[in-house]
T-cell receptor, first 117, second 117 residues
Framework: AQKITQTQPGMFVQEKEAVTLDCTYD???????LFWYKQPSSGEMIFLIYQGSYDQQNATEGRYSLNFQKARKSANLVISASQLGDSAMYFC??????????????FGTGTRLQVTL | EAGVVQSPRYKIIEKKQPVAFWCNPISGHNTLYWYLQNLGQGPELLIRYENEEAVDDSQLPKDRFSAERLKGVDSTLKIQPAELGDSAVYLC???????????????FGEGSRLTVL
């Protein structure tokens, strides 16, 4: 079974500062993918960044980077230069590669980020 | 290109009434997902389709929930009869197939928010 844990229900960050959202995971799959999604108040889930378990380098997408520490089973999201529009719920998710876990995202409970002036 | 379209956005019904949600995925996306998102929680998979075949419906409460994707394009999720505990957001998502980064991530609609009174 796969499990995602996000221990921060809410976070505050000042505009232009960097913030780290925590995510730890547990899986028995030897190969897996880790995702971060943003959910603004409009409701849709917006893909931000992906990290494969065998990727050698940490993923980056613009202001988003994923701090992947495989031995610690953590996949923290770092948002640099926060903007007011970053205020939203953020979900960490994972998928496996075998039947039953592939093509299926397991989500954490989310972290609500509030960017302040 | 149009994203994933869901309707209705909001639905209020009394308990024991039926309700149906519709989803039109992104053109060309073979895989379609229905997720349930309770308040303050991450989405949980209800059912996954590969074209017209339901390949993972292990989380779908089959006594009252049903889904169909007859022509492998749009899909309908039905609840009959609805219970108070069904109040939630029902998210539809689509993907090209699989969740490997090379084949693309999930694209979500804005969801259908159900309130059962």
């Amino acid at each position: 079974a796969q499990k995602i844990t996000q221990t921060q229900p809410g976070m505050f960050v000042q505009e232009k500062e960097a913030v780290t959202l925590d995510c730890t995971y547990d899986t028995s799959d030897p190969s897996y993918g880790l995702f971060w999604y943003k959910q603004p108040s409009s409701g849709e889930m917006i893909f931000l960044i992906y990290q494969g378990s065998y990727d050698q380098q940490n993923a980056t997408e613009g202001r988003y980077s994923l701090n992947f520490q495989k031995a610690r089973k953590s996949a923290n999201l770092v948002i640099s230069a926060s903007q007011l529009g970053d205020s939203a719920m953020y979900f960490c998710a994972m998928s496996g590669v075998y039947t039953g876990t592939a093509s299926k995202l397991t989500f954490g409970t989310g972290t609500r980020l509030q960017v302040t002036l | 290109e149009a994203g994933v379209v869901q309707s209705p956005r909001y639905k209020i019904i009394e308990k024991k009434q039926p309700v149906a949600f519709w989803c039109n995925p992104i053109s060309g996306h073979n895989t379609l997902y229905w997720y349930l998102q309770n308040l303050g929680q991450g989405p949980e998979l209800l059912i996954r389709y590969e074209n017209e075949e339901a390949v993972d419906d292990s989380q779908l409460p089959k006594d009252r929930f049903s889904a169909e994707r007859l022509k492998g394009v749009d899909s309908t999720l039905k609840i009959q009869p609805a219970e108070l505990g069904d109040s939630a957001v029902y998210l539809c998502a689509s993907s090209l197939g699989g969740l490997a980064r090379s084949t693309g991530e999930l694209f979500f609609g804005e969801g259908s928010r159900l309130t059962v009174l």
